[in-house]
Structures are given as structure tokens and as C-alpha cells.
């Protein structure tokens, strides 16, 4: 048993150094990732699910700052007792730019800036969703290996203008500001939405990312 133990701190060890000293020789390198986002409103009259995946590719501009983008998709559904309200297909632009801080050993925190762009439609009533946004989050990466971490987030501040535009009628601005993803629901918003957050992306995400 003492020579596993012994092992496994060798190990950790090993792992901790080359993750340290990868994170200092970043500059120049390319990373991908790519987050996942779940969100779920329930009550006893409705469902409401919020799904989101967003692949990002980006670069080390030095040892400690990235800049980026994603491309992804986001799925909106509501269901009640006698089926499918609301179903909503959106389509994620987001270029973004981090700034990394070690924490301890290979365990990092960092802020993130991003300009999220949304764009897509509600299938049943044919309604028309476009968002712009500002959103600032933080997180933590754990470097496993020099080529492999785990990675989390969370938003601590967004601002986001939504413009909804119905098939038939006049087309709808909700502008919104959130602290950790708190804001008021703008009752237009909350019903065309079908239930959904004012916010189309989900506060907490979480990905792996492959350092190249």
C-alpha cells in the first residue's frame, strides 16, 4: 500500500511540474475546447430546458492571455402535459479573450471578456430571436497534462439586447443587464420564450480543452 501511495505522489508530482511548465512556454500556442451548458426551469404546468454547445478554437497571445471564438448552437425547449410549446434553434458566433493567473501547482484561475452574437428562430410560432451581448465570466483550468486541462466557468456580469421579431406583428426589444446571472424576466420575453431565462446561454459551463 505505501509503495501505491508513493507512486501515485510521484505521479502528481510529475504531472504538477510539466503542466507549470507548459502553462510558462503557452505564448504561440493553439488550444481548442468545447463548453456545455444545461439549464432547466420546472414547474407543474411546464418544462423548460436550455442546452448549449459551443466548440472554441483560439490562440496564446502571450504566456498568460488567450484570444478566441466560438461557433455553436443552442437548443430551446419547452414541453407541457400535452406536448411540445415552444422548440428554439439558435445559432452562437462569440469571439472572446482571457487573461490566466496561477492559483496553485498546475490549477488556474481566469476572466474571460466575451461579445456573444445569437441568431435563430422559434419553430412554432415562427418567431425570430436575435441577441447581442457583453458577458464577463471567471474560472478555473486544471492542466492534467502539457497537451490536456479541465476547465469550468461562470458568469459573474452580462449585458444582452434581444430583438424579437413575430411573423405577424411588431418586433420587440429586451434589453437586459445580470449580476451572477440574476436579472429580472421581462414578461414578453418570459412568454415568447416559452418559460426560458431571459438570458439564451446557461450561467455555468464546463469543458475540456486540447492545448496543441
Same mark, same amino acid.
Given at each position: 500500500?505505501?509503495?501505491?501511495?508513493?507512486?501515485?505522489?510521484?505521479?502528481?508530482?510529475?504531472?504538477?511540474?510539466?503542466?507549470?511548465?507548459?502553462?510558462?512556454?503557452?505564448?504561440?500556442?493553439?488550444?481548442?475546447?468545447?463548453?456545455?451548458?444545461?439549464?432547466?426551469?420546472?414547474?407543474?404546468?411546464?418544462?423548460?430546458?436550455?442546452?448549449?454547445?459551443?466548440?472554441?478554437?483560439?490562440?496564446?497571445?502571450?504566456?498568460?492571455?488567450?484570444?478566441?471564438?466560438?461557433?455553436?448552437?443552442?437548443?430551446?425547449?419547452?414541453?407541457?402535459?400535452?406536448?411540445?410549446?415552444?422548440?428554439?434553434?439558435?445559432?452562437?458566433?462569440?469571439?472572446?479573450?482571457?487573461?490566466?493567473?496561477?492559483?496553485?501547482? #498546475?490549477?488556474? !484561475?481566469?476572466?474571460?471578456? @466575451?461579445?456573444?452574437?445569437? *441568431?435563430?428562430?422559434?419553430? +412554432?410560432? &415562427?418567431? /425570430?430571436?436575435?441577441?447581442?451581448?457583453?458577458?464577463?465570466?471567471?474560472?478555473?483550468?486544471?492542466?492534467?497534462?502539457?497537451?490536456? #486541462?479541465?476547465? !469550468?466557468?461562470?458568469?459573474? @456580469?452580462?449585458?444582452?439586447? *434581444?430583438?424579437?421579431?413575430? +411573423?405577424? &406583428?411588431? /418586433?420587440?426589444?429586451?434589453?437586459?443587464?445580470?449580476?451572477?446571472?440574476?436579472?429580472?424576466?421581462?414578461?414578453?420575453?418570459?412568454?415568447?420564450?416559452?418559460?426560458?431565462?431571459?438570458?439564451?446561454?446557461?450561467?455555468?459551463?464546463?469543458?475540456?480543452?486540447?492545448?496543441?
Amino acid at each position: 500500500m505505501k509503495k501505491i501511495l508513493t507512486f501515485i505522489s510521484f505521479v502528481l508530482v510529475g504531472l504538477t511540474m510539466n503542466a507549470q511548465d507548459t502553462n510558462q512556454g503557452l505564448k504561440g500556442a493553439w488550444f481548442a475546447t468545447s463548453q456545455f451548458g444545461y439549464q432547466q426551469t420546472k414547474s407543474p404546468e411546464l418544462k423548460s430546458t436550455n442546452l448549449a454547445v459551443l466548440p472554441i478554437v483560439g490562440t496564446f497571445i502571450t504566456p498568460s492571455v488567450a484570444v478566441g471564438a466560438g461557433i455553436g448552437y443552442i437548443n430551446i425547449k419547452a414541453d407541457s402535459e400535452v406536448g411540445t410549446v415552444a422548440k428554439t434553434d439558435l445559432f452562437v458566433f462569440q469571439p472572446l479573450a482571457r487573461k490566466y493567473w496561477n492559483v496553485a501547482g #498546475s490549477l488556474y !484561475f481566469f476572466g474571460q471578456a @466575451a461579445i456573444p452574437v445569437i *441568431t435563430g428562430k422559434e419553430k +412554432e410560432s &415562427g418567431l /425570430k430571436v436575435n441577441q447581442v451581448g457583453l458577458s464577463v465570466s471567471g474560472g478555473f483550468d486544471y492542466f492534467v497534462t502539457k497537451n490536456f #486541462s479541465v476547465e !469550468f466557468s461562470y458568469d459573474l @456580469a452580462n449585458f444582452t439586447s *434581444t430583438t424579437l421579431k413575430p +411573423e405577424n &406583428g411588431e /418586433k420587440t426589444t429586451v434589453t437586459n443587464f445580470g449580476l451572477a446571472h440574476v436579472a429580472n424576466v421581462d414578461p414578453f420575453y418570459n412568454t415568447a420564450m416559452a418559460g426560458s431565462n431571459p438570458n439564451l446561454t446557461s450561467p455555468l459551463s464546463f469543458g475540456f480543452k486540447f492545448i496543441f
